[in-house]
């Protein structure tokens, strides 16, 4: 059974500080998702990362996929107030090709940025 | 273009109700899929169709839990007999399957079920 496991739950920063949060999960694949949900609204695909090595970046945002340790991380830069929200990581069991459309999500990391 | 729309947005229902949620999807995304998210948690997966075929409905809870696409478009599920544990939200997400960098799934802003 596919786990996948985000910390931290919580974190709380200060505008513009720098901060990870890191996903790992349990079984082979190179298929990975982070999505930004903010509250009573529905998930934001952010990120796709689909190789080993991959790294993508959107304004203060960069994700990173290492297949081989299983960890992808969602690295925040200076960050402002509008980030506050809630960052899922989700992966696709197997491996391009295979059966992975079914995507097991962590618990969110709940990001408070603070003026 | 639209993405995908849920409806109701809000349902509250008594214990032992029958309700039926319906999701239209992003036009010409084949794959539809239902997900359930309880609160403070992430979504958890309960089915998949591709087209009018569903291809897995292991995340189905129970037996009480019923999804349907008959034409490949619009989906519904259905939760007889209603209990409180069945209070979430329930999303919906439409893709393109198997198109490298294209098979993101899109989510609708879903229908949250109330209990009583």
């Known amino acids: 059974e596919l786990k996948v496991e985000q910390n931290p739950l919580f974190l709380s920063m200060q505008e513009g500080k720098n901060y990870t949060i890191y996903c790992n999960y349990s079984?082979?694949?190179?298929?990975l998702y982070w999505y930004r949900q903010d509250p009573g609204k529905s998930l934001e695909s952010l990120f796709v990362l689909l190789s080993n090595g991959a790294v993508k970046q959107e304004g203060r945002l960069m994700a990173s996929l290492d297949t081989k340790a299983r960890l992808s991380t969602l690295h925040i830069t200076a960050a402002v107030h509008d980030l506050s929200a809630t960052y899922f990581c989700?992966?696709?069991?197997?491996?391009?090709?295979?059966?992975?459309?079914?995507?097991?999500f962590g618990k969110g990391t709940l990001l408070t940025v603070n003026p | 273009g639209a993405g995908v729309s849920q409806s109701p947005r809000y349902k509250v229902a008594k214990r032992g109700q029958d309700v039926a949620l319906r999701c239209d999807p992003i036009s010409g995304h084949v794959s539809l899929f239902w997900y359930q998210q309880a609160l403070g948690q992430g979504p958890e997966f309960l089915t998949y169709?591709?087209?009018?075929?569903?291809?897995?409905k292991s995340g189905l809870p129970s037996d009480r839990f019923f999804a349907e696409r008959p034409e490949g478009s619009v989906s519904t599920l259905k939760i007889q007999r209603t209990q409180q544990e069945d209070s979430a939200v329930y999303l919906c997400a439409s893709s393109i399957p198997n198109r490298p960098g294209e098979d993101t799934q899109y989510f609708g802003p879903g229908t949250r079920l109330t209990v009583l």
């Open positions: 989700a992966v696709a069991p197997g491996i391009s090709g295979g059966s992975n459309y079914k995507l097991t």
């Open positions: 079984t082979t694949s190179d298929r």
């Open positions: 169709f591709q087209n009018e075929a569903q291809l897995d």
